[in-house]
């Protein structure tokens, strides 16, 4: 999966948000995630992310969360992505607070395909340098590009 591809481009990451919260930080990617169809509503995605973090935390470890979905009729594979000023607790594995999120939306119908997503994503942010790359860029702009060339 490429990365940079599921996010289309840097409109859809948010860099150094200011959510305060793990609620507002899916408030916040849910906004951005309904911008890119037509099919559901912000407030249907906020939910739907919500019910899959009662299951379990999304929260990565190391600063990082992939809060992720599976919502009907969406055709495609939707990604936003924002990074935090302030970190946020997210009841990560580790304990620790994150600043990077990266949230994904998948085809209800979609069977299992969005576990490779969802592996890649955890591939790229156990690497610790990708990571302070994502931490030390300026904006969405330079995220992206980062994204593109990790991609490559």
Do not use: W
């Amino acid at each position: 999966m490429l990365i940079a591809a599921q996010l289309a481009s840097s409109d859809n990451i948010s860099h150094h948000n200011g959510a305060a919260s793990k609620k507002r930080v899916l408030e916040e990617l849910s906004k951005m995630l309904a911008a890119n169809t037509t099919v559901t509503t912000a407030e249907k995605i906020f939910h739907a992310l919500l019910d899959r973090e009662r299951l379990g935390s999304t929260g990565l470890g190391k600063g990082v969360a992939i809060p992720h979905a599976r919502i009907p009729n969406i055709p495609y594979t939707i990604a936003a992505m924002m990074t935090l000023e302030q970190p946020v607790d997210f009841d990560a594995a580790d304990n620790q607070t994150i600043d990077i999120a990266f949230a994904l939306l998948v085809p209800e119908e979609g069977g299992d395909h969005h576990l490779q997503h969802l592996a890649r994503l955890a591939t790229l942010f156990r690497d610790a340098d990708a990571c302070q790359k994502i931490r030390a860029a300026n904006n969405a702009d330079e995220i992206f590009e980062l994204l593109v060339s990790i991609d490559d």
